[in-house]
């Protein structure tokens, strides 16, 4: 559906099942499951999909080593289970991944090899292959760069990798097949209530300035970082539950750590685990954990985050990385649930907490993205008793994402299209222009441009640049070249003059720098 169509529907006096604030992993995975059970149901995100933290997670599908340590099993057994599903459900966006612990102490091989047992232990059938222990050589087979001196080994043990701004837009794609009404650039700006309940939002498009007054039985804020901020326009004396901190990855080139194996350090000099990641011909190296004072939709590295990262991974790598080398450092905000609060609070994984407020608003908080779809079922499951709905159960576990397809071969250019590729590859008929690459430095063409616009909801340069496609991440100044054009192919497509595309690009270049050192 067009927008221009979904933006009618908030106009033609529809009472929402549900309605959805915020449209990242947690708002979409939730807008999934209630529309999978049949709950007429919107999402309002105030920016783009997945413009907040997940975007700009570690792309990793995983059960959580570090979870393990902390002894937190059943939060191990949920995510485990989760990432066999999303295996299943996304094998166009999620594949599997070897991590190589590398190994410098006598003690590290027996220690770490046995918790990985345990993982591959509570991975059960849904497991990726049993963890074993290396010799020096076979660890130099699977990371022929991982700094030698002292090396006497390793540990390898299997989890998964995923882009997840385009798991995001699938989720919004798959949304949207099963009726429901996905927005972005909505901002819910306030709430109203009837009789002391929440009974209704109103929403700011972005695009026109007009506001929607929009009717929902039951209201969920999924507004990840600043589902504080909108508790408040429920309740105003609502209290705090979540503290802020950032987390930060460093892009660096692919041939860093060439090959298809990651490296995991399970402890850095904060007590964190580390992991150096090959993405999409590039090394993504993260992450940090440093408290911030408030949420923000573009945080900013500080230069001790990147330092820190640099020090670590010129540790465990042979050619040490220097600031020269980096192609984008992109940082994201950490929710942390510190207190239940409000009333009949259910904190059903040890690692998501769902709230329900006096005034009916049902919060959702923490998690991450390889748990998005408990999250979202356990949320539509406590929405559903709130607003007084029969149960109705889920039937995520066994929905297949929009684009699902096997077998395409991570090498395949339109892989993250999934079934959609060969419709995109059609389309790119209509223009032979469109067949042309975007930029040298990545695999875009610039038919691309243009699905992202008709298929996929992109309103500006940057949903292209950083979220339909990774260019940003992938190298942001090279993004930066390639901006003019894909503001030209966009206003094309969009009916937009060349004011517009210049705001847009001007706009663009201004968010890129804050991804370079
Ligand atoms: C550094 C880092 C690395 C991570 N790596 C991994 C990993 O490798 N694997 C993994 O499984 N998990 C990972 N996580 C966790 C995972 O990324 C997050 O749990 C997940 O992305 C959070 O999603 P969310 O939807 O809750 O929040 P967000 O993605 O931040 O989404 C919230 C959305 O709400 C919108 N919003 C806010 N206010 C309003 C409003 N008033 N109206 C409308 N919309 C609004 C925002 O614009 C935003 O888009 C990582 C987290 C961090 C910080």
Redesign the pocket.
């Known amino acids: 559906m067009k927008r221009e169509e979904m933006l009618q529907r908030l106009d033609d006096g529809t009472v929402w099942d549900m309605v959805v604030?915020?449209?990242?992993?947690?708002?979409?995975g939730t807008a999934v499951e209630a529309a999978s059970r049949g709950y007429r149901t919107l999402l309002?995100?105030?920016?783009?999909?997945?413009?907040?933290?997940?975007?700009?997670?570690?792309?990793?599908?995983?059960g959580g080593v570090r979870y393990l340590r902390q002894g937190n099993l059943s939060l191990v057994l949920e995510?485990l289970h989760e990432r066999g599903l999303l295996i299943r459900n996304a094998p166009h966006l999620v594949h599997k991944m070897s991590f190589v612990v590398p190994v410098y102490d006598w003690w590290e091989g027996p220690f770490y090899g046995v918790g990985l047992k345990l993982y591959d232990v509570l991975a059960g059938r849904l497991g990726l292959g049993p963890s074993q222990l290396l010799s020096r050589e076979d660890t130099l087979r699977h990371i022929p760069t991982v700094e030698t001196k002292g090396l006497r080994g390793g540990v390898i043990y299997h989890d998964a990798q995923f882009d997840?701004a385009r798991l995001a837009i699938c989720l919004a794609l798959t949304f949207a097949d099963l009726g429901g009404v996905p927005l972005n650039y909505?901002?819910?700006?306030g709430m109203y209530k009837e009789g002391g309940l929440t009974a209704g939002v109103v929403?700011r498009d972005l695009e026109s300035g007009h506001d929607f007054k929009v009717k929902g039985r039951v209201i969920i804020n999924?507004?990840?970082?600043?589902v504080d901020?909108?508790r408040r326009?429920a309740d105003p004396g609502a209290r705090e539950i979540i503290t802020h901190?950032?987390?930060?990855?460093l892009v660096l080139d692919g041939s860093f750590l060439p090959g298809d194996s990651a490296i995991m350090v399970p402890h850095t000099d904060d007590g964190r685990v580390l992991f150096a990641v090959p993405w999409q011909g590039r090394t993504v190296v993260?992450?940090?954990d440093t408290p911030v004072p408030a949420a923000s939709?573009e945080p900013r590295a500080l230069p001790e985050e990147i330092d820190f990262l640099l020090t670590h991974a010129s540790r465990y790598l042979s050619r040490h990385p220097s600031p020269s080398d980096l192609l984008s450092v992109f940082?994201?905000?950490?929710?942390l649930v510190h207190t239940h609060g409000g009333v009949d609070t259910a904190s059903l994984s040890r690692d998501h907490t769902l709230i329900v407020d006096d005034t009916g608003l049902v919060t959702?908080?923490?998690?991450?993205?390889?748990?998005?779809r408990k999250m979202g079922e356990d949320t539509v499951t406590m929405a559903a008793r709130v607003a007084g709905f029969h149960d109705r159960p889920s039937v995520t576990d066994g929905l297949r994402i929009h684009g699902w397809r096997e077998g395409m071969g991570q090498e395949y250019p339109l892989q993250a299209y999934g079934s959609d590729a060969r419709q995109l590859e059609t389309m790119q008929d209509e223009n032979p222009s469109w067949r042309e690459p975007l930029h040298p430095s990545f695999p875009y063409r610039a038919g691309e441009v243009i699905w992202a616009v008709r298929r996929e909801w992109a309103r500006t340069v940057e949903d292209v640049l950083a979220r339909r496609t990774r260019a940003l991440l992938l190298d942001a100044r090279a993004s930066m070249t390639a901006a003019p054009q894909v503001a030209e192919l966009m206003a094309a497509e969009l009916g937009r003059d060349r004011v517009w595309q210049e705001t847009q690009v001007s706009a663009y270049l201004d968010l890129a720098k804050g991804y370079l050192p």
């Open positions: 604030i915020g449209g990242g992993a947690t708002g979409l309002l995100e105030q920016s783009d999909f997945a413009k907040g933290t997940s975007s700009r997670s570690t792309k990793l599908i995983h995510s997840d909505l901002q819910v700006t929403a999924a507004a990840g970082p600043f901020s909108v326009m901190s950032q987390g930060v990855h993260g992450t940090t939709l940082a994201a905000t950490r929710p959702i908080a923490g998690g991450k993205w390889t748990t998005y």
